[in-house]
């Protein structure tokens, strides 16, 4: 399995496996993810051994900032081990960066649960903040030490290219 750089032949095969990972109120097309790349979204297909498609990750990159947007697998090809084996090709690869995302808090949902397990499967260790989005609450979660400050200046940057996306973190009283 190999992460790879999305050609423009790949993004109607991205496109489909886009839209049955995501709800609407969730999903961005590929089109518009790429338009708002300004050199620093590495959108990279996943590749499974005999060279076909099978997925795709977002990651978005600003200073020593990798935040993972999203991480799609292909309906028919999930709980293979593939997202975890991209996941693991991703932190190689951000190696001496904080690589940061968001999953929605369990709240007694199975499948929220399920996701948040994959993650913390995958090394990524919840760090105390959420975010919402659209009425859903978010988790936020790294693979590594959370650097607060640097987070910030990642968000001032997201707010300069999708102004209508931005997370804005709050502890929870405990």
Same mark, same amino acid.
């Given at each position: 399995?190999?992460?790879?750089?999305?050609?423009?032949?790949?993004?109607?095969?991205?496109?489909?496996?886009?839209?049955?990972?995501?709800?609407?109120?969730?999903?961005?097309?590929?089109?518009?993810?790429?338009?708002?790349?300004?050199?620093?979204?590495?959108?990279?297909?996943?590749?499974?051994?005999?060279?076909?498609?099978?997925?795709?990750?977002?990651?978005?990159?600003?200073?020593?900032?990798?935040?993972?947007?999203?991480?799609?697998?292909?309906?028919?090809?999930?709980?293979?081990?593939?997202? @975890?084996? !991209?996941? =693991?090709?991703?932190?190689?690869? %951000? &190696?001496? $960066?904080?690589? #940061?995302?968001?999953?929605? +808090?369990?709240?007694?949902?199975?499948?929220?649960?399920?996701?948040?397990?994959?993650?913390?499967?995958?090394?990524?260790?919840?760090?105390?903040?959420?975010?919402?989005?659209?009425?859903?609450?978010? @988790?936020? !979660?790294? =693979?590594?030490?959370?650097?607060? %400050? &640097?987070? $910030?200046?990642? #968000?001032?940057?997201?707010? +300069?290219?999708?102004?209508?996306?931005?997370?804005?973190?709050?502890?929870?009283?405990?």
């Amino acid at each position: 399995m190999e992460l790879c750089t999305v050609m423009p032949a790949d993004v109607p095969a991205l496109d489909a496996i886009n839209e049955a990972a995501f709800p609407p109120e969730e999903r961005v097309a590929i089109a518009d993810l790429i338009a708002t790349g300004d050199g620093r979204l590495d959108l990279l297909g996943i590749r499974d051994d005999a060279g076909t498609l099978v997925g795709f990750l977002a990651v978005r990159r600003y200073e020593r900032v990798q935040y993972l947007a999203y991480l799609a697998v292909a309906a028919d090809r999930r709980s293979q081990g593939l997202g @975890s084996r !991209a996941l =693991a090709l991703l932190r190689g690869r %951000a &190696a001496g $960066d904080m690589l #940061v995302v968001e999953f929605e +808090t369990p709240d007694g949902d199975p499948i929220r649960a399920r996701r948040r397990a994959f993650y913390e499967r995958a090394g990524f260790t919840e760090t105390g903040w959420y975010s919402t989005y659209d009425g859903a609450e978010f @988790s936020l !979660a790294c =693979a590594g030490p959370f650097d607060k %400050a &640097a987070f $910030d200046r990642f #968000v001032a940057y997201l707010r +300069t290219i999708v102004p209508d996306f931005i997370p804005v973190l709050y502890r929870k009283d405990t």
